[in-house]
Every structure is written in C-alpha cells, then in structure tokens.
C-alpha cells in the first residue's frame, strides 16, 4: 500500500481559472510511469506541495495544495485511478474527485509502456455528451544501462469546462472553456542503489488554445456573450530526488518555468525562481 502527500493543479479557484483555462504543472504526466510502481494489487497515494505565485497568473499569493490517489489493479495489465485534489485544501477549498483513468501497460525486454486515459467526471459544460476534461497519454521508458533509464510521456487533452459566479444584483457570470491541450515531458532517471533509488531530470511542456466565453446572464434572458482565443504554454524545469525502500518511499521536487508564452487574457506573470514549484511525498507500500 501506497500513502503520500502531492501537489493538485487540477483544480483551481475561480479566479484563477478567470485568467487561463489551463493549469500549470498538471498533476497527470508529471510523475504518470509506463511501469507499475507498486506490487500488492493497490496503492494510495498523497502529496503536498507549494507554488509562491502561477507563471502565467496576474496576482495572487502562495498556494498550498494537496492530492490523494488511488490506483487499483484490475489484472496483469490493467490499472484503474481514482484522484481526488484540492487547491488550497489547507486552507478553503474540499477535496474532490478530480480524474478517473485507465491504464494498459506492457513490456518489451527492456523497454515499458503504456497508454492512459483520463476523464474528469462530471459532465461537459454548455451540454452534449461527453466530460469536462478527457486526456489520452503514452507513457515510454527504457533502461538505457545500470545507472540510467530515459522517460517519455506526451498526449492530448479535449477541454469543454466552466464556472459560474453569481453578481450582485445581475444574475451571475459564465465563464466557457473549449479547446484542446498538448503535455509533453522528456526526462532521465539516474539510478545510484539496488532499489532503483533515483535523481530524475526532465523537461516538461503544457499549453493549450481555446475559445473563451464571457457571459453575464440575468436569470430570466440569457445573452450569447462574447467569445475570445486564448492561447498560452510553459516549459518547466523538473527534478527530484526518489529515495526508494521496500517499505517506503521519499520524494522531495521542485520544478522552475524556463519558457513562458500567453496570447489572450491577462499578461504573463514571469518565469525563473520566483515562480518555482516544490513539493514533499512520503509513500508507505
């Protein structure tokens, strides 16, 4: 059994999600192996983490944030995932279940991978059918010797989300996200004990373009509103240390945006140390 403690970036206050309809440091991809990681038929899992302020975001203070998971294996190659997330959990908001996934997975000598998909499960904003968040990913890694194993992770995302505010004496205000998402993350592992303890390095890249709806709708007349195109990504800079035992595992991080683009609402906040992501996970399995 797996317990730890994990940053969420999947879910995000209002007002943050006013400013971009993506996330930064999506909590999927960034620490998703081809490989299965635990051995008893199912772990659960945590993080905590801390992000001073959001690269691409026009204000705001520190975030604290947490995420639980949940994997379970359904058979050989068959893993079913539960996470539930809460941005700010310490401090405002309720934890949520955020992603319902599946995973296949298979191995070829000495190489591993895998294909997920992922659903946010609840239903798709402006109605039809479908969710509100859907990714597909393919998850790749191969030992390269002893001491280095190289990791690849990319795949899309449709996006068709929202919010609703209410406005003081005027209804209340909808915000319309439809677009797409492309993750991608490159890395090695550098293995240094029998356990596969390892220093991981990698680069990873999250952006996405979508077609933003702003409505104000008084409760008997809803208008059409007015749609804008946002566009935006950040390429991050991501390491950790995994000290790995049969009984636990530690892994502290930290991520620095190199590359920050944004075409739409709100200017781009920076990129560099001020805006670096850390985080603690403690696994017992």
């Known amino acids: 059994m797996t317990l730890a403690l994990q940053a969420p970036w999947a879910v995000l206050p209002t007002f943050l999600v006013a400013q971009r309809p993506f996330f930064a440091n999506d909590p999927l991809y960034r620490d998703e192996t ?18 001073p302020i959001d690269p691409i975001y026009t204000g705001g203070a520190g975030n604290l944030g947490v995420l639980f998971r949940l994997d379970y294996q359904v058979a050989p190659q068959f893993d079913v995932s539960a996470i539930l997330d809460a941005f700010g959990g310490l401090q405002s908001q309720s934890m949520r279940l955020a992603w319902i996934a599946v ?16 659903f ?10 479908g969710f509100r ?13 002893a001491s280095v194993e190289t990791k690849i992770a990319f795949g899309l995302r449709h996006v068709r989300t929202g919010f609703q505010d209410n406005l003081l ?13 492309a993750h991608l993350v490159l890395g090695y592992n550098l293995i240094f004990d029998p356990a596969k303890s390892h220093i991981s390095l990698s680069l990873g890249y999250e952006g996405g373009r979508y077609d933003v709806t702003d409505r104000q709708l008084p409760p008997s007349a809803p208008g059409p509103g ?26 502290p991080f930290i991520s620095v945006p190199l590359v920050v683009k944004q075409n739409g609402e709100g200017p781009v906040q920076g990129k560099g140390p001020r805006f670096v992501n850390v985080g603690f996970r403690v696994t017992l399995r």
């Open 120 to 129: 946010e499960p609840r239903p798709a904003v402006g109605g039809g059918v």
């Open 169 to 181: 004496n005027s209804g209340y205000g909808v915000k319309e996200m439809r677009g797409f998402e």
């Open 103 to 118: 995973k296949y997975q298979w191995r070829q000598e000495d190489t591993d991978m895998a294909v997920r998909v992922a």
């Open 34 to 51: 081809a490989a299965r990681t635990y051995h008893d038929g199912y772990a659960v899992s945590g993080e905590v983490s801390y992000r």
């Open 226 to 251: 007015i749609t804008n195109e946002f566009a935006g990504h950040v390429l991050w800079i991501q390491t950790g240390l995994h000290w790995h035992r049969p009984t636990y595992q530690l892994v």
């Open 133 to 145: 968040q859907t990714d597909v990913g393919f998850f790749y890694s191969r030992v390269l010797s």
